[in-house]
Each structure stands twice: as structure tokens, then as C-alpha cells.
């Protein structure tokens, strides 16, 4: 039984204050790392809706987007549509726009525009008055090279215009998004009378059925977790009309199939009332059960591995290793180093141990265990480009 809890954040949607305590978390985040290691995952016990009951403020989250933003690097992430998996789907994304939005002439803004790759997919069907905005300077200057349209460093706080758009896009954003209510209310204000939103946000009501890796969606980055009803509770709660909805599968890396969902909504005078949704409530402790279930298969493997072995070297320390030191038997004495492809997390420390490049570890002859489910395959692709010949294990 899931116990209820006081809330220290309150709803983002409904500002209920009491929650339904899904599951608490510990990451392994490193040194001077600006966001919060502690969290707990909830229910609204009013609406439904799913987020973490952090306290980190949202200029700390904006900090941590300016300054360790992930998305920058071409290689692992997603959002410049460098890889045709990616490219493929902010096209699908672009066509979904211009059949609500048949006219090139209207001012449309990407937040968090990341390297640009949706702008280019629009540019490519005929807007000419694209804007684009980002926390962080690396996207910005990819965003630049990428698609050629105006896109400045900024977040939702500062960089918005009073009734200046005609269309603001929100694409994977907001379930980054600490205050919700606060930040629907700056894009009411940016947009023109006639103006309207696209919002696509993961689907978290199917969390379950697309679970590569245990929790996680459950992480420091992703603090609110929609399904379509309780998007539509936020569009109405902040004066828009809902116009459009749908559910699509994308892809987190190649090959793996992830759910999201969308939403069209104009400015409207009349706010909507807020419905519950007890089924979001259901999915999430589905999803919470399904995930247990794989790390304990990964806690037994992991115990095995330390049997044979002192000390690994863990290759990757993205969502699912920051949970490996909080919820196996692996401790920081068995771990010779982390490595990680993206220049943003090496030279970084955790639990005092560095994080190194992968050609630093050249010459290490411990064993190497792949630190992640969803870009096992990348990874496993670049020790076998490297010709090394340590031994290499892959989590379940
Ligand atoms: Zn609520």
C-alpha cells in the first residue's frame, strides 16, 4: 500500500498538498551537482497527476540547464536530429504543426530548442519567422549552426514577449518544468489573442508498457509525469482551450520505443476544471512494480559480478548508474573509474571517483559493466571501435 504524505511542492496542476508516496530515490549525482540527490516520487492525491516532491527552486534548475546541459552533445542525445531516428521524428513533429498551422508567415518560438533540429524540420516546410530559446549557450550555438534561425540562450522566465507569437512550442520541455502554473502564465502572455501552443511531453500513463530501463523516467530531469487528462487539467487551469490531442511512439535512443503524447491549445478566456485522473495514479504503481521487479534481477547480477571480480569500471553515468551505487551492493571501493563519452561529465567526480574519457582507460584491465539499458548498444559499439579486450558485461 502506497502510504499519503504532506507535500513539500505543492500540485503543479491542481496545488493539492497532500500526495500518494510512489517512490523515494537517491542518486548518485556528482560533485557540486546543482539539483536535489534526494527525491520523492507522487500521486496528487486530488488530480492524479505524477511528479517529485523537490524543493530545488527553479533557478536552480535553470542553472543546471545552462551549465550541465546533456542535450548539447550530437553523439547521445536527442533534439538536433543529427541521428535519422531523431531527424525522422521532429519532422513527424513539424508535419503535426503545419496541418494545425498552414501559414509560413506567422511567428512561431521553440523553448528549449536544444540543437535546433525542430526549427530546421519547420524552416524546411516554410516558416520564415522561426525563433528559438534554450537555457544552454552549447545548444545555442548548435541550434545556430544547425538550422540558421534566430534562437537565443534564455529560459522560460526571461526570455518571453508580451503578444508577440502567433505559436509557441514546448517539445519535451515541460516535464522539466518546476513551476508549471507560473510558466503556462508567461506563454498566455507572449502569445497574440489568436495565439495557440503545441506541448508534447513523455506519456507517463504508458511508462510501463515501453520500460527498457527500471525507473527511468523516475529521475533528477524529468519532475512531472503527464498523462493526456492531466495535461488537458493544466491546459485548463491556465486559460487554454484544448484543440487537439494525440498519443505517438517515438524513439530515447535507436531502437528504443518511447511514449508521448500531444496537445494543440489556443488562448482562451474561460479556464477548465480540473478532473482526476485516477488511472495516471494506477499506471505509475504498475510502472513502479514492473521496474522493481528488473533492478532486483540487476541487484542479483550485480553480486555476482563482485564475486568474480574487485573492481569495474562502470562505462556511462547517466540515469540508471545514478542509481546503482544508492540501489545495488556495488560501493565506490569497486569502482576502478567511470567513463563517459560526453565531454560534459568527464573530469567530474562521484563519490570521489573520477570520470574519465573513454581513451583513458586504455590500458585498465578491469572489467568494464555497461552502466545503461538505453544506450547499451552505442556504448557497446564504441569499446568494440576501440578493439579493447577488457572483459564487458551488460546489465540483465
Ligand atoms: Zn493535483
Known amino acids: 500500500m502506497n502510504p499519503e504524505i504532506d507535500l513539500k511542492r505543492h ?28 527525491q520523492r516520487v507522487v500521486s496528487c492525491k486530488r488530480c492524479g497527476f505524477g511528479f517529485s516532491d ?12 545552462q551549465i550541465l546541459s546533456k542535450y548539447s552533445d550530437d553523439t547521445t542525445s536527442t533534439g538536433g536530429g543529427n541521428q535519422d531516428w531523431d531527424a525522422e521524428r521532429l519532422k513527424e ?55 540558421g534561425v534566430k534562437v537565443e540562450q534564455g529560459s522560460l522566465n526571461n526570455a518571453l514577449k508580451k503578444e508577440f507569437y502567433n505559436g509557441i512550442i514546448l517539445s519535451h520541455v515541460i516535464e ?4 508549471l502554473r507560473e510558466s503556462m502564465r508567461l506563454l498566455y502572455e507572449s502569445l ?18 515501453y520500460l527498457s530501463a527500471p525507473f527511468q523516467d523516475f529521475n533528477v530531469e524529468h519532475i512531472n509525469h503527464f498523462s493526456l487528462e492531466s495535461l488537458a ?7 487554454f482551450q484544448e484543440k487537439k490531442r494525440g498519443s505517438k511512439t517515438i524513439f530515447a535512443a535507436k531502437g528504443i520505443a518511447y511514449p508521448a503524447c500531444w496537445m494543440i491549445a489556443v488562448k482562451h478566456e474561460k479556464g477548465g476544471e480540473i478532473k482526476e485522473d485516477s488511472d495516471l495514479k494506477d499506471q505509475l504503481i504498475r510502472y513502479c512494480d514492473l521496474s522493481e521487479k ?70 585498465f584491465p578491469e572489467p568494464i559493466l555497461i552502466g545503461s539499458l538505453i544506450n547499451h548498444d552505442s556504448i557497446l559499439n564504441d569499446i ?3 578493439n579493447l579486450s577488457n572483459l564487458v558485461y551488460k546489465m540483465i
Open 176 to 179: 522539466h518544468v518546476k513551476e
Open 294 to 363: 528488473i533492478l532486483l534481477k540487476i541487484k542479483i547480477q550485480i553480486q555476482e559480478i563482485l564475486k568474480k571480480n574487485n573492481r569495474i569500471i562502470v562505462w556511462g553515468t547517466g540515469q540508471l548508474t545514478m542509481k546503482l551505487l544508492e540501489e545495488t551492493s556495488l560501493t565506490s571501493e569497486n569502482i576502478k573509474a567511470f567513463v563517459d563519452k560526453n565531454p560534459i561529465n568527464q573530469g567530474k567526480r562521484i563519490y570521489g571517483i573520477s570520470v574519465l574519457s573513454p581513451d583513458q582507460i586504455r590500458d
Open 384 to 386: 568494440q571501435a576501440m
Open 11 to 38: 500540485c503543479p496542476i491542481c496545488q493539492g498538498s497532500r500526495g500518494v508516496l510512489l517512490r523515494t530515490f537517491h542518486f548518485s549525482l556528482s560533485e557540486g551537482h546543482p539539483l536535489d540527490r534526494d
Open 192 to 209: 497574440q489573442s489568436d495565439g495557440w501552443i503545441y506541448i508534447e511531453v513523455p506519456e507517463a500513463s504508458r511508462y510501463g508498457d
Open 93 to 147: 513533429t513539424a508535419t503535426q504543426i503545419f496541418e494545425w498551422e498552414r501559414n509560413p508567415e506567422v511567428k512561431i518560438l521553440d523553448v528549449g530548442c536544444a540543437n535546433g533540429g525542430l526549427l530546421l524540420a519547420l524552416k524546411n516546410l516554410g516558416y520564415h519567422n522561426l525563433y528559438g530559446v534554450d537555457p544552454s549557450d552549447a545548444c545555442v550555438k548548435q541550434a545556430i549552426k544547425n538550422s
Open 233 to 239: 487539467n493544466l491546459i485548463g487551469a491556465t486559460g
Open 54 to 65: 523537490t524543493e530545488v527552486s527553479q533557478e536552480q534548475y535553470n542553472r543546471y540547464y
